[in-house]
């Protein structure tokens, strides 16, 4: 029998789950299997502190701190830091391997960052968040998120040494 926080809750993941999946894939650089994880973690966090969110000032910024929580945690994981990637996977085929797409090579950028760097990356220009938004994401100061930033970007612009077409997220601040 559910009582009505479990419905509230039931409702909220109805209308937000997509969204958090999007940005979790953005936070995991395209990683969608880690995303899905990362999601699931922070819900599973946020209908244990329910009511808490409830009261938040600003639930958007309570949600994007969850899963940045739910990043770090992952990455702290041991497992995480013994795993070794791989170039190629043996027994899975490329969709089509003679296409060059933009989008790999932007994952491939953003899985080079750092974890928190890739976060202020994604909240700062992907999701058009202010500098004290992203701090409060984040649970840094302004200063480390302006720092963070412009490192990220430095490297995404060593990495990303293409043209991108005018409607790319960053192509105002990349070049």
Known sequence: MKNERDEQFHSFVLRHRAGLVRTATLLTA????????MVQSALTKL????????RADNPEAYLRRTLVNALTDER?????????SMADLPDRPRADPDREDLDDGLRAALRDLPPRMRAAVVFRYFYDL???DTADALGCSTGTV??????????LRTFLSTDFPTDF??????R
């Open 30 to 37: 395209g990683d969608g299997y880690l995303a899905e994880d």
């Open 47 to 54: 209908y244990v502190a329910w009511p808490a969110f409830r």
């Open 76 to 84: 702290r994981r041991w497992w995480r830091r013994h795993e070794r």
């Open 130 to 132: 202010d500098v004290a």
């Open 146 to 155: 302006k720092s963070q930033t412009a490192r990220a970007l430095d490297r």
């Open 169 to 174: 997220p960053l192509t105002g601040v990349i």
